[in-house]
Antibody, heavy 122, light 108 residues
Framework: EVQLVESGGGLVQPGRSLSLSCAVS????????MHWVRQAPGKGLEWVSA????????AYGDSVKGRFTISRDNAKNALYLHMNSLKSEDTALYYC???????????????WGRGTLVTVSS | EIVLTQSPGTLSLSPGERATLSCRAS???????LAWYQQKPGQAPSLLIY???SRATGIPDRFSGSGSGTDFTLSISRLEPEDFAVYFC?????????FGQGTKLEIK
């Protein structure tokens, strides 16, 4: 079955760190770029970060740049997001998302996980 | 970055009616790389439309996308009960990828 399963969310105090994982199955993970997208409670979607299939190119949204680190382990079929210096505004459901393909025309997201909730609060 | 503005914020219609949702970009979307996603309560978003007008696999033909440049539309020809959800547009032609704020389609 093709699926993305996030884990690692929870309640964390402001200024602390947290790491998220995404376990991938059902497709050849090392063929695809992967992203993290988040959704604050009752709000819209915000793109967070992206990593190419081989990990050589990485990008971050301005709101998390310098605090979050995306990585992947193709041998383990896993995507990660390490979050430092967390703020209350980072509270959100974090989705692991697969890009359709490598061409520019395939830059949309064709598979989403169910998300893992991160709550930043004292 | 490209700002996407969706309207209306909430659309109240009855099953069987036609829905028209708008997504307007602050600048032209490169190559019309515009996608639409549907999100039902408690679920992750799922892909409906890509390339402004191509339906994703398994999406019924009552869903259609149109538009180009800065103005895009998602139409649902005859609303089914399962279509009442939140719809997001997203541009993937420029970095960073950006989403609209969403349109909630609710039962009247």
């Amino acid at each position: 079955e093709v699926q993305l399963v996030e884990s690692g969310g929870g309640l964390v105090q402001p200024g602390r760190s947290l790491s998220l994982s995404c376990a991938v199955s059902g497709f050849r993970f090392d063929d695809y770029d992967m992203h993290w997208v988040r959704q604050a409670p009752g709000k819209g979607l915000e793109w967070v970060s992206a990593i190419t299939w081989n990990g050589n190119n990485i990008a971050y949204g301005d709101s998390v740049k310098g605090r979050f680190t995306i990585s992947r382990d193709n041998a383990k079929n896993a995507l990660y997001l390490h979050m430092n210096s967390l703020k209350s505004e980072d509270t959100a459901l974090y989705y692991c998302v697969k890009r359709k393909g490598g061409y520019d025309s395939d830059g949309y997201f064709d598979l989403w996980g169910r998300g893992t909730l991160v709550t930043v609060s004292s | 970055e490209i700002v996407l503005t969706q309207s209306p914020g909430t659309l109240s219609l009855s099953p069987g009616e036609r829905a028209t949702l708008s997504c307007r970009a602050s600048q032209s979307v490169s190559s019309n790389y515009l996608a639409w996603y549907q999100q039902k309560p408690g679920q992750a978003p799922s892909l409906l439309i890509y390339g402004a007008s191509s339906r994703a696999t398994g999406i019924p033909d009552r869903f259609s996308g149109s538009g180009s440049g800065t103005d895009f539309t998602l139409s649902i020809s005859r609303l089914e009960p399962e279509d009442f959800a939140v719809y997001f547009c997203q541009q993937y032609g420029d970095s960073p990828r950006t989403f609209g704020q969403g349109t909630k389609l609710e039962i009247k």
